[in-house]
């Protein structure tokens, strides 16, 4: 329908897909600032050095489970199943990279494989303007 009246079902499916890609994107702005922020060693850093890849991590951790929580949403939103993986991808993958080893270059690798699933996904639920539809 073209024409909506305000608050009708079509406008709040609309803003939840609009709100649902914002957290999509801030999960995904938290972690790149968290790893930009953390940086990546050959060896072990200076204690200083620690300090900030630990605060790095933790923006790292929170966009992280922002993703899942997405990924989440998602699947309760009746989107296809291919989005909810794709959201969920950084959350899971970046997180793990991250846990395994947090002075490495290969979280840094895993959002680049990952991200841009992602933005298919937040792609797919705008253009789709909210319907619900399985796949």
């Known amino acids: 329908m073209l024409w909506t009246t305000p608050g009708s079902a079509e406008d709040r499916r609309g803003a939840g897909a609009i709100a649902w890609a914002l957290l999509l994107l801030a999960s995904m702005l938290l972690i790149g600032y968290g790893i930009v922020r953390a940086g990546w060693y050959l060896w072990l850093p200076n204690p200083a050095q620690q300090e ?8 790292v951790y929170g966009g992280c489970l922002l993703s899942v929580t997405a990924a989440a949403w998602s699947h309760l939103r009746g989107h296809k199943v291919w989005v909810s993986v794709c959201a969920g991808l950084p959350g899971v993958l970046v997180g793990w990279t991250t846990w395994d080893d947090p002075y490495s270059l290969l ?10 699933p992602a933005l298919a996904a937040a792609a797919e639920v705008i253009l789709a303007r909210g319907h619900r539809r399985r796949g």
């Open 107 to 116: 979280r840094c690798l895993a959002a680049v494989v990952t991200f841009l």
């Open 52 to 59: 900030q890849v630990w605060v790095g991590n933790r923006y």
